[in-house]
């Protein structure tokens, strides 16, 4: 068929107008993909700053100022009587051994001035130092020993830069004499930086140089095998029967919709829940790990079940009916088929919520975890606190040495986080089958 004059002059336009259209939806999807990448990079340049800012901070944390000195260990000091009872060598000036020593390595004479700022240098903790040094092996009594004694916090921030000495001495946490003194110790090759293993090894202390996360690791230990204990099994098994057994009515309807909500109520919500509960009716101590592994298993029991709910029935109904098909009980098809397919999702959704209860501070806080614990719980039920609280305690605190505490705490809980997620990912990984 022709086509007429007035279509032949139309076509053009049409054309002209569908080379447009096409232009400009090529244009929008180029910018939505721009934006795209440019949120990606965003988010990525703001996690790179975040992680470094925290490692810029806390890394000196790991690291601990010494003072090498050569202490004589004076039985007249320690133990007079010569009993060598436990009581007795653990209640000796070792103080006043260690500041001695420093006395006598700096030359600072009678002046009890010049002693009085002498001392300053040596962290509070020497006496203990010495007395566990004693305790290990009362036979050093009556010698010299040549140990290591932790600096002052000042001492560690003047050496890791966090003190100007160009600073008017008014001014400075450090005078004059004290730089002096320890321009001596550095030239004498007595002032050194090792490994900070008290991190590790201490519970809390009001001196930064002495403060360590031991307390909180053994808590944030116990919270995390009751949740373990008790939120995953009973997460997973209530998750099964929802999906596997339950009746479809409005009963099990409702019990859904209440266990989606709870996964989205406030953690602190739960934390209220714990004090009227486990602390008020049933009489559990506070600041007690077990209490907090009761609150935090609460707290994870929705996403777990809401996790195992969704890997369960991805599960293909043409399995279940072959299981089914040839003889197998509802139970052997759960048991033998199912489960080991759900495997995968039903351990991505548990270490996301184990992950989330590592994290959690409001809760703990309601139920009294900011209690200040020296000595590591032997139960679940001796007080204690947990990582995420030590981390709140210690950037409350007014001492600068907290600072980089602070940071090296946060540097712990986020690897904890990224070793339980790897695991997740390879376990995930190790038992996912394909159909």
């Known amino acids: 068929m022709s086509m007429t004059v007035s279509e032949q002059k139309t076509m053009p336009s049409r054309a002209a107008s569908t080379a447009a259209h096409l232009a400009k939806r090529h244009r929008v999807e180029k910018r939505f993909r721009f934006y795209g990448a440019a949120a990606i990079a965003f988010c990525f340049l703001a996690v790179i700053v975040l992680f470094a800012s925290i490692v810029s901070k806390g890394y000196p944390a790991f690291l601990q100022t010494h003072?090498?000195?050569?202490?004589?260990?004076?039985?007249?000091?320690?133990?007079?009587?010569?009993t060598r009872l436990r009581n007795d060598l653990y209640i000796a000036d070792y103080t006043k051994l260690a500041r001695q020593a420093l006395y006598t390595a700096l030359d600072t004479g009678k002046d009890r001035a010049s002693r009085k700022k002498a001392g300053q240098l040596l962290s509070r903790g020497v006496d203990v130092e010495l007395r566990d040094l004693v305790l290990a092996d009362p036979s050093l009594i009556g010698t010299t020993v040549e140990v290591s004694l932790t600096a002052a916090d000042n001492v560690d921030a003047l050496l890791k830069g966090a003190i100007d000495r160009n600073v008017p001495a008014a001014s400075r946490q450090l005078d004059d004499q004290q730089l002096a003194w320890i321009d001596k110790l550095i030239a004498a090759g007595k002032i050194h930086k090792d490994f900070n293993w008290t991190l590790f090894t201490r519970g809390a202390s009001s001196q930064p140089e002495t403060a360590g996360l031991l307390v909180a690791l053994i808590g944030s230990l116990y919270m995390m095998l009751t949740v373990t204990f008790l939120a995953v099994?009973?997460?997973?098994?209530?998750?099964?029967?929802?999906?596997?057994?339950?009746p479809r009515n409005k009963w099990t309807d409702l019990i859904e919709v209440n266990v989606n909500n709870l996964a989205a109520v406030p953690s602190i919500v739960y934390g209220l829940l714990g004090l009227a509960v486990f602390i008020n009716a049933f009489g559990l101590p506070r600041s007690a790990p077990i209490v907090g592994g009761l609150v935090l298993s609460l707290m994870t029991l929705p996403t777990i079940i809401i996790a195992t709910r969704a890997a369960v029935a991805a599960v293909p109904p043409s399995i279940k009916e072959a299981a089914l098909g040839i003889g197998a009980s509802k139970m052997q098809v759960i048991m033998h088929h199912v489960l080991p397919l759900a495997v995968p999702g039903i351990l991505t959704g548990t270490i996301i919520g184990l992950v989330r209860a590592l994290g959690e501070t409001a809760p703990l806080l309601m139920i009294g975890m900011v209690a200040f614990v020296v000595d590591p719980p032997a139960t679940p039920l001796e007080p204690a606190t947990a990582l995420p609280i030590q981390i709140y305690m210690w950037a409350t605190s007014a001492e600068r040495g907290f600072t980089a505490l602070t940071g090296a705490a946060t540097i712990i809980l986020l690897l904890f986080s990224f070793a339980m997620n790897a695991v997740a990912i390879y376990l995930r990984r190790r038992f996912e089958r394909r159909w």
């Open 67 to 82: 003072v090498t000195l050569s202490v004589p260990l004076d039985e007249q000091v320690i133990d007079p009587a010569g």
């Open 233 to 246: 099994p009973f997460g997973v098994a209530g998750a099964i029967y929802l999906e596997e057994f339950a």
